[in-house]
């Protein structure tokens, strides 16, 4: 059997696991929002109508953030026909999805939610078809307390206290021709910049997200991102990432070893970044917000232009298999090892659309296979992320050259004294004998070990099976003399959690 060996030591940080890595995003975009998080005529709907069935799943999943609310959907956006009474809002098109808005649910609806499942909010702007003016009117109506037109309209509406945002997005994939009000990289940073500076005038304790490049095969990737921050850089945080992973091209090797792109990515992104801030002579360091991430069938579809005017329609509801769980798990990997630059993440989305949860309309709620390893790392996830380096079999891959068959990382809980293991076996046939060095943590001992796998990698979860697949535990994982062993089966995900007091 093939054995890769690492080390964990508390010496190898990284960097503090900032718990917005666990975010996600809702999107009004096929049943995100109408029969996904709220359904007011549903069983399981509470005063607000939204669904408690997938309130509990989201705190099982361990969402800290959302991003809300979107997406290409935000580029055309009025915000102002979200709010105020239910009954005289406006029904709208939306031109991002070709889809027909009844604007049911909008800003206050979604605070209310994001309170119940204890979430951050990530509001994004529209700065497509509008600008610093009505982004503005946003802020003042979302965070100022009253005594406003725009603050006591909120008021009116029935919430008094300022919702308190701290986290914005300076629009959405500005550089996409697909985006309503796609701009040039100077005409983006010059917008960006003048609402940035606006915004920290209001309140220059917020949190700014810039955008960065759409993906990383787009012509402008990197140049984007430098002409932006040349404008941007003094009055921003975060620069954005988005990348989706598409399986159908079936080259199963090369999909397994997805995370190979997103590291290249976040390196990239990170060096470009900060030969911006040098060339500015300014200390800080830009962090990477990572807000729209996930494995996306994306060949299976057919474009925005095959979709017909219909509220909520069923659009890219794929149903994730083993494969897929095991891949989203090495991205997860991938984002805590670079804890250090990457501030924030969004998998996209929460509920139907290429999601971690599903419903059915007046039915039940169920767990994506790749829901799984989502919940299990931001369950265990704490204090330091330690740098590991495996001696690992490598694989051969078509897109990205030889990858390491284990992909893996730790952290370190000062706290509680634990220790967590992520691993992943990219290998498709072949089990992986995993040795790793504990000296450092002398009475080191397994408490459990959680490995995600199957017979069959196209295994799924449906309405009718919804727990075919989850994480189980297994036996034989040991540590004798400061050293670690386990088994990890081909196209695995592992989390092996291990006590030190």
Same mark, same amino acid.
């Given at each position: 059997?093939?054995?890769?060996?690492?080390?964990?030591?508390?010496?190898?940080?990284? =960097?503090?696991?900032?718990?917005?890595?666990?975010?996600?995003?809702?999107?009004?975009? =096929?049943?995100?929002?109408?029969?996904?998080?709220?359904?007011?005529?549903?069983?399981?709907?509470?005063?607000?109508?939204?669904?408690?069935?997938?309130?509990?799943?989201?705190?099982?999943?361990?969402?800290?953030?959302?991003?809300?609310?979107?997406?290409?959907?935000?580029?055309?956006?009025?915000?102002?026909? /979200?709010? =105020?009474?239910?009954?005289?809002?406006?029904? *709208?098109? !939306?031109?991002?999805?070709?889809?027909?808005?009844?604007? +049911?649910?909008?800003?206050?609806? &979604?605070?209310?939610?994001?309170?119940?499942?204890?979430?951050?909010?990530?509001?994004?702007?529209?700065?497509?078809?509008? =600008?610093?003016?009505?982004?503005?009117?946003?802020?003042?109506?979302?965070?100022?307390?009253? /005594?406003?037109?725009?603050?006591?309209? *909120?008021?009116?509406?029935?919430?008094?206290?300022?919702?308190?945002?701290?986290?914005?997005?300076?629009?959405?994939?500005?550089?996409?021709?697909?985006?309503? /009000?796609?701009?040039?990289?100077?005409?983006?940073?010059?917008?960006?910049?003048?609402?940035?500076?606006?915004?920290?005038?209001? !309140?220059?304790?917020?949190?700014?997200? +810039?955008?960065?490049?759409?993906?990383?095969?787009?012509?402008?990737?990197?140049?984007?991102?430098?002409?932006?921050?040349?404008?941007?850089?003094?009055?921003?945080?975060?620069?954005?990432?988005?990348?989706?992973? !598409?399986?159908?091209?079936?080259?199963?090797?090369?999909?397994?070893?997805?995370?190979?792109?997103?590291?290249?990515?976040?390196?990239?992104?990170?060096?470009?970044?900060?030969?911006?801030?040098?060339?500015?002579?300014?200390?800080?360091?830009?962090?990477?917000?990572?807000?729209?991430?996930?494995?996306?069938?994306?060949?299976?579809?057919?474009?925005?232009?095959?979709?017909?005017?219909?509220?909520?329609? *069923?659009?890219?509801?794929?149903?994730?298999?083993?494969?897929?769980?095991?891949?989203?798990?090495?991205?997860?990997?991938?984002?805590?090892?670079?804890? !250090?630059?990457?501030?924030?993440?969004?998998?996209?989305?929460?509920?139907?659309?290429?999601?971690?949860?599903?419903?059915?309309?007046?039915?039940?709620?169920? *767990?994506?296979?790749?829901?799984?390893?989502?919940?299990?790392?931001? $369950?265990?996830? $704490?204090?330091?992320?330690?740098?590991?380096?495996?001696?690992?079999?490598?694989?051969?891959?078509?897109?990205?050259?030889?990858?390491?068959?284990?992909?893996?990382?730790?952290?370190?809980?000062?706290?509680? /004294?634990?220790?967590?293991?992520?691993?992943?076996?990219?290998?498709?046939?072949?089990?992986?004998?995993?040795?790793?060095?504990?000296?450092? &943590?002398?009475?080191?001992?397994?408490?459990?070990?959680?490995?995600?796998?199957?017979?069959?990698?196209?295994?799924?979860?449906?309405?009718?099976?919804?727990?075919?697949?989850?994480?189980?535990?297994?036996?034989?994982?040991?540590?004798?003399?400061?050293?670690?062993?386990?088994?990890?089966?081909?196209?695995?995900?592992?989390?092996?959690?291990?006590?030190? $007091?």
């Amino acid at each position: 059997m093939p054995t890769a060996r690492l080390t964990v030591d508390p010496g190898f940080r990284i =960097g503090a696991v900032d718990r917005r890595l666990f975010g996600s995003f809702v999107e009004h975009m =096929g049943r995100s929002v109408y029969t996904g998080v709220f359904e007011p005529d549903h069983p399981a709907a509470d005063e607000d109508g939204f669904r408690t069935d997938v309130l509990d799943l989201v705190r099982e999943l361990g969402v800290t953030l959302v991003r809300y609310p979107g997406g290409n959907f935000v580029s055309n956006y009025r915000w102002e026909d /979200g709010v =105020g009474p239910a009954d005289r809002r406006p029904t *709208r098109l !939306d031109l991002a999805w070709r889809s027909v808005e009844s604007n +049911a649910f909008g800003l206050n609806e &979604f605070m209310a939610w994001a309170a119940k499942a204890g979430i951050e909010p990530m509001m994004a702007l529209n700065l497509g078809t509008r =600008g610093t003016s009505e982004a503005l009117d946003l802020l003042e109506y979302t965070n100022h307390p009253g /005594g406003t037109a725009l603050s006591d309209l *909120r008021r009116s509406h029935g919430v008094a206290d300022p919702h308190g945002v701290r986290l914005w997005c300076l629009g959405n994939e500005l550089d996409g021709p697909w985006q309503m /009000g796609h701009k040039t990289a100077a005409e983006y940073g010059r917008l960006a910049a003048e609402t940035a500076r606006a915004m920290k005038r209001f !309140d220059p304790g917020l949190e700014l997200v +810039a955008c960065g490049s759409s993906n990383a095969y787009v012509d402008t990737f990197a140049s984007w991102e430098a002409t932006v921050l040349e404008h941007t850089y003094p009055f921003v945080d975060y620069v954005s990432l988005h990348a989706y992973y !598409d399986p159908t091209d079936r080259d199963t090797d090369s999909f397994l070893a997805s995370a190979a792109e997103m590291d290249r990515m976040i390196d990239a992104v990170v060096s470009t970044a900060d030969h911006v801030g040098a060339r500015l002579r300014d200390r800080k360091k830009i962090k990477l917000s990572f807000d729209e991430w996930n494995v996306w069938y994306q060949s299976r579809f057919g474009g925005e232009d095959s979709l017909d005017w219909q509220p909520a329609p *069923r659009l890219i509801e794929d149903v994730y298999d083993v494969t897929d769980a095991v891949v989203v798990g090495s991205l997860l990997i991938t984002l805590l090892r670079h804890a !250090d630059r990457v501030g924030a993440a969004c998998q996209a989305q929460l509920a139907n659309v290429i999601a971690p949860i599903m419903t059915e309309p007046g039915g039940p709620a169920w *767990r994506q296979t790749v829901f799984h390893p989502f919940a299990q790392t931001a $369950r265990h996830a $704490r204090g330091t992320v330690l740098r590991v380096e495996p001696d690992s079999p490598v694989i051969e891959t078509e897109r990205y050259g030889e990858v390491p068959a284990l992909w893996a990382t730790a952290t370190h809980d000062e706290e509680s /004294g634990e220790i967590v293991l992520f691993a992943v076996n990219r290998d498709r046939t072949s089990p992986l004998a995993l040795t790793a060095g504990l000296r450092p &943590f002398p009475g080191a001992r397994v408490v459990e070990h959680l490995v995600l796998a199957d017979d069959d990698p196209g295994a799924v979860n449906t309405a009718d099976r919804p727990d075919r697949v989850r994480p189980r535990p297994v036996d034989g994982t040991k540590n004798d003399d400061g050293t670690l062993t386990a088994q990890l089966p081909p196209v695995s995900w592992s989390m092996i959690r291990l006590a030190t $007091r």
